[in-house]
């Protein structure tokens, strides 16, 4: 199905056509094929799609459509506001809208209001008004509290990641933030799940929505692999597996931001060009490194789970589980950066002898058929160990070492023997 089919008007259709076709997007995405002719007549809808799977133009088509096709008002009135539940994600919305919305007759004014930078030039940029506000809800709350801008003529509502929305503890906030805006609008949620909060959200806040829903594709798409290794030869190992893939790019998962600057600056003492992401970073900063990383600037960008909540770099080769996630869950939305839009991956997952048991944890919570495997030249030391089975398969290590929990497992099991 083309472009075209989808049910957007004749008048914007051209225009929105040459943008799409010079940022790469050659036919629609099957969640774009379902939720633009919905969200095109004007449907609240509930959309449950994977990150990756195309979600962010499946709505900024046809809000862009909306607002050449709305009066023009002179001063601007915020007509369109999308919620997400980070900076990196919000500056990745605000820079598609514009992207696709470059050949058109008029283009949107769009702002990103996000925490962690000084709410001043934000608030400067509102002067005047603004037709489209990308927001995270902590600042936009800060932004009504200042009368930077006003909801009460919001027209469109996006809601992008509500899961991660609530997940990450913006369920009061999004509270206020619907009580600010008028009765009478289109909502659409997006979310990769659909739990009893998320339902509750979509039963309190859309009217009547249709609901389109997109299987997650990207797992196939991805070549997994876990290698063991002795903890003090990761570091010996990444740089071999950099020489020998020749990634052009690597995004490597550390478990905390000490480790994200000691890992990067290893990297740079072994001529790799790399740099640490974390929450630590200011915003300006953060943005810089991920622009550099975009551009082929950077081959190793190392980050913690937090900061690398919605980065989606385009064709990424490969990920690098250096430290295994805390969550069984995590381990997914990891590996899902890389795989996207159709493109092959990879991700590989270093496996120590303090990590084996989580790696079984990991494995059996989310179905996967990965062997771990011994490279020669990088065998573990104690063999014995990291291949001894585990006492108790539902247990696992969160982190480096045992939890205290684990411990006294592992002895009990010990008595017994």
């Known amino acids: 199905m083309p472009f075209s089919q989808l049910g957007l008007s004749p008048y914007v259709l051209p225009a929105l056509q040459q943008a799409l076709q010079q940022a790469g997007y050659s036919q629609p995405t099957p969640i774009q094929q ?4 919905l969200i095109a007549k004007g449907r609240d809808v509930v959309a449950l799609a994977p990150t990756g799977s195309g979600k962010t133009a499946a709505y900024v088509l046809p809000a862009l459509q909306r607002f050449v096709l709305a009066p023009e008002r002179k001063p601007r009135v915020l007509a369109q506001l999308v919620l997400v539940p980070t900076r990196e994600l919000a500056q990745q919305v605000a820079d598609v809208f514009i992207t696709l919305g470059r050949h058109l007759q008029r283009q949107p004014r ?17 002067r005047g008004g603004a037709d489209v506000v990308v927001a ?8 009504l509290a200042h009368n930077a801008l006003s909801l009460k003529q919001v027209q469109l509502l996006v809601l992008d990641e509500a899961d991660r929305l609530l997940d990450m503890g913006f369920g009061d906030e999004l509270r206020q933030v619907l009580a600010e805006l008028p009765v009478r609008r289109q909502t659409l949620l997006f979310s990769a799940t659909f739990p009893p909060d998320i339902e509750a959200l979509a039963d309190a806040g859309l009217h009547e929505p249709q609901r389109v829903e997109v299987a997650e594709q990207a797992q196939p798409e991805i070549e997994q692999r876990a290698i063991r290794i002795d903890a003090d030869r990761r570091l010996e190992l990444l740089l071999s597996l950099l020489r020998e893939q020749n990634w052009p790019q690597v995004l490597v998962f550390v478990g905390s931001r000490r480790d994200s600057d000691r890992l990067a600056s290893y990297l740079r003492t072994a001529e790799v060009s790399a740099q640490a ?15 550099a990383f975009k551009d082929g600037e950077l081959q190793v960008l190392v980050a913690t789970d937090l900061a690398a909540r919605g980065i989606d770099i385009a064709r990424l080769p490969a990920v690098v589980n250096y430290e295994l996630p805390r969550s069984a869950a995590d381990y997914l ?12 991956g990879q991700a590989v997952s270093f496996i120590d002898a303090a990590s084996l048991a989580h790696w079984r944890l990991i494995s059996k919570r989310n179905a996967l058929d990965v062997v771990a495997e011994t490279l020669a030249g990088f065998e573990p030391k104690d063999v014995e160990q990291t291949a001894a089975p585990l006492a108790d398969d539902n247990g696992g290590v969160k982190g480096r070492r045992p939890s205290k929990k684990d411990r006294l497992r592992a002895a009990a099991a010990a008595a017994d023997r």
């Open 333 to 344: 939305h990891r590996i899902g950066r890389t795989g996207r839009a159709g493109e092959k």
């Open 34 to 37: 379902q939720a633009v002719p």
């Open 110 to 126: 769009v702002v990103c209001a996000v925490g962690g930078v000084s709410i001043n030039p934000q608030m400067m940029s509102l």
């Open 277 to 291: 992401l974390h929450g630590d970073l200011s915003q300006g900063r953060r943005m810089r490194m991920l622009q």
């Open 136 to 143: 995270t809800p902590g600042r936009l709350l800060d932004l």
